[in-house]
T-cell receptor, first 109, second 116 residues
Framework: LAKTTQPISMDSYEGQEVNITCSHN???????ITWYQQFPSQGPRFIIQ???TKVTNEVASLFIPADRKSSTLSLPRVSLSDTAVYYC??????????FGTGTRLTVIP | EPEVTQTPSHQVTQMGQEVILRCVPI?????FYWYRQILGQKVEFLVS????????KSEIFDDQFSVERPDGSNFTLKIRSTKLEDSAMYFC??????????????FGSGTRLTVV
């Protein structure tokens, strides 16, 4: 039921900016774009959410173009502790979250 | 920061036995969920719960599964007769609400269920 497409894995060196892009080819008008992070043996953790343009919080930035067919999660200056699986999801108020396979980010020293 | 608390963190049970997984959602949240993740696989939706009844359930959530909110704080998942393939991490989650605004879910740390 996952409706999004994202790379299976990415590697990055410590201190680099990491951008993970997700495709939302069939996103509905009422859907918000939400990103979650999951460390091994832990539950997913909400990172950021947006509808259009750019959203920034203390953890990440989220860029959504005008057509909303994609989204890019940007993690500034990653550290080893950012190694995790990152999921992009489409969420409408009353709908439940359905996770895809996510992007496994490995940060290399 | 408020947390969703799950107990136990690890449960080992014999095939055919009943297990109850417990969760304490965040106190002002209104929507509750159970998800599971088999080792190395995706996080899978099981069931959502609102206003003391099931809102939606997946194909995984068959007659062997049930959920309950026995009091104002606990939210439980019961598996009546466990099978080997029920071995997984089970995550409880809660959210403030739905509707016009979209709320993030807060997940617990999970219960690792091992069926032997």
């Amino acid at each position: 039921l996952a409706k999004t497409t994202q790379p299976i894995s990415m590697d990055s060196y410590e201190g680099q900016e990491v951008n993970i892009t997700c495709s939302h080819n069939n996103i509905a008008t009422n859907d918000y774009i939400t990103w979650y992070q999951q460390f091994p043996s832990q539950g997913p953790r909400f990172i950021i959410q947006g509808y259009k343009t750019k959203v920034t919080n203390e953890v990440a930035s989220l860029f959504i173009p005008a057509d909303r067919k994609s989204s890019t999660l940007s993690l500034p200056r990653v550290s080893l502790s950012d190694t995790a699986v990152y999921y992009c999801l489409e969420q409408t108020g009353a709908n439940n979250l359905f996770f895809g396979t996510g992007t496994r980010l490995t940060v290399i020293p | 920061e408020p947390e969703v608390t799950q107990t136990p963190s690890h449960q080992v049970t014999q095939m055919g036995q009943e297990v109850i997984l417990r969760c304490v959602p965040i106190s002002n949240h209104l929507y509750f969920y159970w998800y599971r993740q088999i080792l190395g696989q995706k996080v899978e939706f099981l069931v959502s719960f609102y206003n003391n009844e099931i809102s939606e359930k997946s194909e995984i959530f068959d007659d062997q599964f049930s959920v309950e909110r026995p009091d104002g704080s606990n939210f439980t998942l019961k598996i009546r007769s466990t099978k080997l393939e029920d071995s997984a991490m089970y995550f409880c989650a809660s959210s403030e609400g739905t509707g016009a605004l979209v709320y993030g879910y807060t997940f617990g740390s999970g219960t690792r269920l091992t069926v032997v």
